[in-house]
T-cell receptor, first 110, second 121 residues
Framework: QSVLTQPPSASGTPGQRVTISCSGS????????VFWYQQLPGTAPKLLIY???QRPSGVPDRFSGSKSGTSASLAISGLRSEDEADYYC???????????FGGGTKLTVL | QVQLQESGPGLVKPSQTLSLTCTVS??????????WSWIRQPAGKGLEWIGR???????NYNPSLKSRVTISVDTSKNQFSLKLSSVTAADTAVYYC??????WGWGAFDIWGQGTMVSVS
């Protein structure tokens, strides 16, 4: 059972906008930054979003993050087939004194 | 550009100790810019943070694994290592080493190794 809660799956058609939610608590998302990772099949995760809504160099601006209270969201606009992957949210948890991840959301591009 | 590479046995017997090493290339582990972490992923499942170390030797561990985990650093070899004792089948997973950039916040793993599969059997 993951500390952060994500829907197990999401889907969209090419060109659509999809959002993936991540729910936590006051000890993690509510008081710390949220991060998003993309994991393509058979590869290591890649940092997509840091500090709730910042993109590392090279990450397309189609990817955006937001946070409100104890929840966060990742939005992907102009969906492409290559966006089909697993997406994970993460945050520091003050109570556990460690990094916690969501269970992951498998995004399917129909 | 910093690169990470995991190495170690792919098969460990139950009750024994899993030992992995991560070699850092393209930069110094002692630069102070990163913390160095281990993260694992059982097949078909999500990510689990195991713990981290700073070049000074300061560590943080996942409370659920803390009693069995030791992470150490060898600055002379530009490596850091993971030891997980008393393993069971539940420890079978792909193990990743990753660098964490504190300037971006705790949880910002910006560089990852390719991962190494460890089976307990």
């Amino acid at each position: 059972q993951s500390v952060l809660t994500q829907p197990p799956s999401a889907s969209g058609t090419p060109g659509q906008r999809v959002t993936i939610s991540c729910s936590g608590s006051s000890s993690n998302i509510g008081s710390n930054y949220v991060f998003w990772y993309q994991q393509l099949p058979g590869t290591a995760p890649k940092l997509l979003i840091y500090r709730n809504n910042q993109r590392p160099s090279g990450v397309p601006d189609r990817f955006s993050g937001s946070k409100s209270g104890t929840s966060a969201s990742l939005a992907i606009s102009g969906l492409r087939s290559e966006d089909e992957a697993d997406y994970y949210c993460a945050a520091w948890d003050d109570s556990l004194s460690g990094v916690v991840f969501g269970g992951g959301t498998k995004l399917t591009v129909l | 550009q910093v690169q990470l590479q995991e190495s170690g046995p792919g098969l460990v017997k139950p009750s024994q100790t899993l030992s992995l090493t991560c070699t850092v290339s393209g930069g110094s582990i002692s630069s102070g810019s990163y913390y160095w972490s281990w993260i694992r992923q059982p097949a078909g499942k999500g990510l689990e943070w195991i713990g981290r170390i700073y070049f000074s030797g300061s560590t943080n561990y996942n409370p659920s694994l803390k009693s069995r985990v030791t992470i150490s650093v060898d600055t002379s070899k530009n490596q850091f290592s993971l030891k997980l004792s008393s393993v069971t089948a539940a420890d079978t997973a792909v193990y990743y080493c990753a660098s964490e950039t504190p300037n971006w916040g705790w949880g910002a793993f910006d560089i990852w190794g390719q991962g190494t599969m460890v089976s307990v059997s």
